[in-house]
């Protein structure tokens, strides 16, 4: 039989040994690691049927059956954080190509499962740009995004071999709906033993760019009392940051990058350029929070008599994912002999931006620890095997009805 879970982990295994760094799994937008993994993906969508084709942001997108009708869409991501596991994304891309591997007949729609070419946002500092790309919501001024090294977006896709105005036109995907599959992420599924989960909703994120100007100087001849340190400002917010979350019920606040310029053992630091990732499942809270925060870094900058540049890259709202789409995953989950587990997502997903041009779901499926975003993401076989199944019932038709999924939301 094809299309079973050992294939699927396999293809992980394959997928996890394309990256841009020795040692470690890194794949990021628009570069020829990313390309290479594409180029895999690919094959794998023709061996199973699939029409294929690469947009010019670089999403693989293979379809199955009538072009003019609106498809069921199944996927996930193939670019990574850096040094990442081998499921988060790539195990939905998969599992949505083994599904159409396994399918005897013609499904009741058209299928298209899409390979999304940046979902982390790590080199442009924007996420969701391949999904924004395929759903037609693609803003002009990203292409002006600039990279760690100085690279547009626009010269990046120039690289890549693709024409980056392409992005620009204005596209009517006409979706019927969207089904992504995830590891959780989290550990949930896990402690209650089971192995997949029908997730309810995804929590709004706001990320930010925060940049502290100081003064640089020498360090030693420099006086503690007159010095406009960068970095202990950015210290300083940091700590500040992680206190505030503590403190603020179902609020996570993150800085992830911090670099320091000029970034020398013997100089007083001038500059500080941190990320903030602010997320919370109520939109209401999560603005609260941003302004908090945002009025926490100002007290810091003028306490240090520093400088502070603000900039908001991405706001998303909290997205319940669709009733009916949610009910047929639970039908389908149900049919296969486990409990509809019902939760709430606190990672971002493609579907935030599906869901904004067609009803979207998701399917999670228990990862070991809840760990992710780390090499030591593992999935089971067997869970994997019940991801399949249930994806495959839905897919033929036979998840269009049931019990609502048990379980509290975090909604």
């Known amino acids: 039989m094809r299309g079973t879970a050992a294939d699927v982990l396999a293809r992980a295994d394959a997928l996890g040994a394309i990256s841009e760094e020795d040692g470690r799994l890194t794949r990021r937008l628009a570069t020829p690691a990313l390309a290479r993994a594409g180029d895999l993906v690919s094959g794998w969508m023709e061996d199973a049927g699939l029409v294929v084709r690469r947009d010019a942001i670089g999403n693989v997108i293979g379809r199955t059956g009538d072009a003019d009708v609106p498809p069921l869409v199944l996927g996930s991501h193939l670019d990574t954080v850096p040094d990442a596991g081998r499921y988060d994304g790539a195990l939905g891309v998969l599992l949505a190509i083994a599904v159409v591997d396994r399918l005897a007949a013609p499904p009741p729609i058209p299928l298209e499962v899409v390979a999304f070419a940046d979902e982390e946002g790590v080199r442009f500092g924007v996420p969701y740009l391949g999904s924004a790309a395929y759903s037609g919501r693609f803003e002009p001024e990203w292409l002006d995004l600039v990279d760690a090294d100085g690279?547009?977006?626009?010269?990046?896709?120039?690289?890549?071999?693709?024409?980056?105005?392409?992005?620009?036109?204005?596209l009517e995907p006409g979706l019927a709906c969207y089904v992504e599959a995830h590891i959780e992420q989290g550990p949930v599924l896990e402690r209650e033993g089971l192995p997949v989960g029908v997730v309810s909703a995804i929590a709004g994120q706001t990320r930010a760019a925060l940049t502290i100007i100081g003064r640089p100087g020498h360090a030693g001849i420099s006086p503690m009392s007159g010095r406009h340190d960068a970095l202990a400002a950015a210290s300083e917010l940091v700590l500040a940051v992680e206190r505030f979350a503590r403190e603020s019920e179902g609020l996570v606040a993150t800085v992830g990058s911090l670099t320091v310029s000029p970034g020398a053992s013997n100089v007083i630091p001038g500059e500080a350029h941190l990320s903030l990732d602010v997320r919370h499942a109520d939109d209401g809270a999560l603005g609260q929070a941003v302004a908090g925060l945002r009025h926490t870094a100002t007290r810091i900058a003028t306490a240090r008599s520093v400088e502070l540049d603000w900039s908001i890259l991405r706001a998303t709202p909290a997205v319940e994912l669709a009733p009916e789409l949610r009910l047929r995953l639970a039908s389908a989950v149900l049919a296969e002999g486990h409990e509809a587990r019902s939760l709430a997502s606190g990672a971002g997903h493609d579907a935030v931006i599906l869901s904004g041009v067609c009803p979207a779901a998701m399917l999670f499926v228990r990862c070991a620890g809840g760990v992710s975003h780390d090499p030591r993401e593992s999935v089971a076989e067997a869970d994997v095997a019940v991801a399949l199944d249930v994806l495959e019932r839905f897919v033929v038709g036979e998840g269009r009805t049931g019990p609502a999924p048990t379980g509290s939301s975090r909604l």
């Open 151 to 170: 690279i547009t977006l626009r010269v990046a896709i120039e690289r890549a071999g693709a024409d980056p105005a392409l992005l620009l036109e204005v």
